[in-house]
């Protein structure tokens, strides 16, 4: 399977932002912060992944497509941009370990191995496991190794409310890198699409999307914790910690389920999130949590579309702020934040799979 090579090398930053005709001046952040094209022409750019070497792997969900980007010039622009795989199921999953990268389709993961080295000529993939759930709703992934060296995987719910006879419904899995010992780690968890680990407890956190039809205004999406294995955080029963469903809820109480660390904005479609490790930042927000919220779709007015950071102290989420917004103006949308990366200098790439483009915020005194 040959890549294929999508972008011109060479670009500068500003020509880059020129040419992407993207109003990044509509673009607003705290007093310091500066937003950045990192690249463009990334279609549907979804989930992220940084290797050894410093590819950055990009997935998609409606284009089926996995993606290399270098910049071989360190400018903070990508160079060239690698067409790793075709013609997938719904690959959102991406995650890199011991030189491979792992891409997540909806009923299977696969195995890219050395990848880095051959960008341009990637081997034939190997499957992890080829036995997950095949239901397309809520059946993309978000996959990523935890520091136990295991590879935590979820599987959301096949609808927007309901119970299963399976246990891997509705919860995040974790396995062996070669596809061994899966089990479930988490239960309750409707559609998580974005997780990490706190980089001092090494503990979960993670965003889910709470259920629709129950109004504008709830249930909230979630910011949840799960400092240990079998967790059960209230799905289908039990919405944001304290909303039973009018269906499920008589069965059972919610004071049975383990709250929302923070409850977010209702329906924002909170979507990738990462602890900020860098030191580029201002000191308060390191190991602070930053998360890509995509946006409503059934909402009467929307919301989300943006970038927000939730404060912890003392291992508790005590805030809940606006970071980056402005793709959204009015009930206008001309993108949507999907997945944020903290990269190696400190500064937190954004990907935006409806503007095909991945930005670079940047802080500067």
């Known amino acids: 399977m040959l890549a294929i090579v999508l972008a011109i090398a060479g670009w500068g930053g500003v020509a880059c932002a020129q040419t992407s005709n ?40 409606r284009a089926g497509n996995v993606y290399a980007l270098v910049d071989r010039d360190q400018d903070h622009v990508t160079d060239d941009t690698f067409v790793l795989a075709s013609g997938l199921l719904m690959p959102n999953g991406v995650a890199f370990h011991d030189g491979a990268l792992y891409v997540a389709e909806v009923n299977r993961i696969l195995r890219y191995d050395q990848i880095e080295t051959r960008l341009d000529n990637p081997p034939e993939p190997v499957v992890v496991t ?23 995987v979820p599987v959301g719910a096949p609808c927007n409310v309901c119970t299963r006879r399976d246990p891997r419904y509705a919860s995040i899995l974790r396995m062996r890198p070669d596809g061994t010992e899966a089990g479930v780690f988490a239960h309750g968890v409707r559609n998580t699409v974005g997780f990490d680990w706190h980089p001092v407890t090494r503990e979960l956190w993670f965003t889910d999307n709470g259920r629709d039809h129950l109004g504008d205004d709830r249930p909230p999406d979630e910011l949840n914790h799960a400092p240990q294995p ?69 909402r009467s007015s929307r919301i989300g579309y943006r970038v927000t950071v939730v404060r912890l102290d003392k291992g508790r989420a005590v805030s809940y702020d606006v970071f980056a917004q402005g793709w959204l103006r009015g009930e206008e949308r001309w993108g949507r934040p999907a997945d944020v990366q903290v990269m190696p200098d400190g500064a937190l790439l954004v990907s935006d799979d409806t503007a095909d483009a991945i930005y670079r915020i940047r802080y500067q005194q």
Request: proline share 9%.
């Open 22 to 61: 993207l109003p990044l001046h509509q673009i607003q952040l705290p007093a310091g912060f500066s937003i950045d094209i990192y690249a463009t022409d990334v279609p549907n750019a979804r989930s992220m992944a940084r290797g050894s070497q410093g590819t950055l792997f990009v997935s998609t969900r």
């Open 130 to 152: 080829g036995d997950l759930p095949s239901d397309r709703h809520h059946g993309w992934k978000f996959i990523r190794f935890g520091p136990d060296g295991w590879l935590y």
């Open 230 to 298: 079998d967790l059960h955080f209230g799905f289908p029963y039990c919405h944001g910690g304290d909303i039973t469903d009018p269906e499920f809820g008589a069965q059972r109480s919610c004071d049975t389920f383990i709250p929302p660390a923070m409850r977010l904005g209702p329906h924002v479609a909170a979507l990738g999130m990462r602890f900020y490790t860098g030191d580029m930042f201002p000191p308060e927000y390191r190991n602070q949590i930053f998360i890509a919220e995509h946006g409503s779709w059934n």
